[in-house]
């Protein structure tokens, strides 16, 4: 019994990884290009844990694909791979659609010429979990209903665009070859190993390092916000007892806008480590020029999942962010490795300096 996880070297991947060791002792080969995003030190507490083995390469790989499937026999596939940041995806969409578009692509032709090569038992036992997100369905109006699984596709930027375009790609290869699929459509995550692009760590490390705190436009878009060891357990439960071609809404029943997510982030360091002056590190908030094509609202109904697999978040947005915050503070040397000289070129790219 051996799992196989695409992008286990990222935010949400990593996590899992660290979840499924502590609770299972399945195996687990982690196939991981090592982007920008992808980063061994989230896993160095597994170097010397046999049950991890990590292999550097691309979903979009079919030799080294297949050749990892044959080898190590997985019962499941979970892929975390992609292109994660939307302020990325427009700067350059098209590594967006190679990797979660194509590489998806190349990714499900390997899985099912191997899912098609077994035996009748663990063919009909196979998964593919394929992990998404919530902003395939668009921005919401401040009064409209939270998005259910019937809700319709319309992404809005190209990373949307190449997600909801693989979560295509997976339903298609169940309704034509009955490849048993899963798909989840999570929102925002926050948590250990966030990498400091996305709003929460970003805010973080700048206010640190008594830099301006860059909030989009008015601050009144919404998130619904979710710790990321809540993610990693809802996608496991997705695994023991989802049915295959169902997708499941994950979400946190916590929507927030971001101004006040960047407050509420000022005064837990205000609490935890004062500014050497006294000042709220809120000084440091500056509205700066919107991102194009903004989401106004993301809000998801979680219902299904927890009514049919019993799945809720543990944590609060109170003691998932004070836990943030506090590993933020504990890792400051995590946070310079992944701070270093690209990271630069893109906060300058971005943020104009
Ligand atoms: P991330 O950017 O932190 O990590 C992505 C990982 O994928 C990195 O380790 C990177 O090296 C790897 N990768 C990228 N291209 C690859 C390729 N071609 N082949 C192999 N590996 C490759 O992303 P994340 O935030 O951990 O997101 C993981 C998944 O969850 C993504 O599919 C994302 O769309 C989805 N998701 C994220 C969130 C969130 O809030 N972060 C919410 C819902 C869904
Ligand atoms: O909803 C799920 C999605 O959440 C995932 O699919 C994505 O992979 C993940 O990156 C995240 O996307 P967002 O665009 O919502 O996350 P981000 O942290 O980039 O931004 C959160 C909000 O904060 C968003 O409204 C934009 C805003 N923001 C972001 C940054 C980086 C700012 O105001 N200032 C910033 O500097």
Redesign the pocket.
């Known amino acids: 019994m051996t799992l196989l996880v695409t992008g286990g070297a990222g935010f949400i991947g990593s996590n899992f990884v660290h979840h499924w060791l502590a609770e299972h002792d399945e195996p687990l080969v982690n196939l991981d290009k090592l982007t920008y995003a992808g980063n061994l030190g989230n896993l160095q507490a597994l170097a010397q844990d046999k049950r991890h083995v990590f292999v550097q390469g691309d979903i979009g790989d079919t030799a080294l694909v297949s050749q990892l499937l044959q080898h190590y026999q997985p019962r499941a596939v979970l892929h975390f791979a992609a292109e994660?940041?939307?302020?990325r995806s427009i700067h350059g969409p098209l590594d967006f659609i190679q990797t979660n578009v194509v590489g998806t692509g190349h990714l499900l032709e390997s899985v099912r010429a191997y899912w098609g090569a077994l035996a009748a038992d663990p063919q009909h036992r196979f998964r593919f979990l394929h992990v998404s997100?919530?902003?395939v369905y668009g921005s919401l109006s401040p009064d409209a209903v939270a998005f259910t699984e019937t809700h319709p596709y319309e992404p809005n930027s190209p990373?949307a665009a190449s997600?909801a375009s693989s979560d295509h790609l997976v339903r298609a290869w169940h309704h034509t070859y009955g490849l048993p699929v899963l798909t989840t459509n999570?929102?925002?995550n926050y948590g250990p190993f966030h990498f400091p692009?996305?709003?929460i760590p970003?805010v973080i490390h700048h206010a640190l390092a008594g830099k301006p705190l860059?909030?989009?436009g008015d601050?009144m878009?919404v998130?619904d916000w979710l710790y990321v060891q809540d993610h990693c357990r809802a996608i496991e439960r997705v695994l023991q007892a989802g049915t295959p071609g169902e997708t499941y809404n994950i979400g946190g029943w916590n929507e927030k806008p971001?101004i006040e997510v960047v407050r509420t982030v000022c005064h837990l360091l205000d609490e935890l480590q004062p500014r050497g002056d006294g000042q709220s590190y809120a000084e440091q908030i500056t509205f700066v020029k919107d991102?194009a094509g903004?989401d106004r609202r993301?809000a998801i109904d979680a219902r299904k999942i927890n009514d049919t697999l019993g799945w809720r978040p543990v944590e609060t947005f109170e003691t998932g962010l004070r836990k943030t915050v506090q590993w933020y503070l504990n890792h400051a040397d995590w946070v310079s490795s992944v701070t270093s000289g690209a990271y630069r070129q893109w906060v300058d790219l971005q943020y104009g300096g």
């Open positions: 994660s940041h939307v302020d997100t919530d902003e990373y997600k999570c929102s925002n692009e996305k709003l970003l860059p909030v989009y601050g878009q998130r971001n991102r903004h993301y």
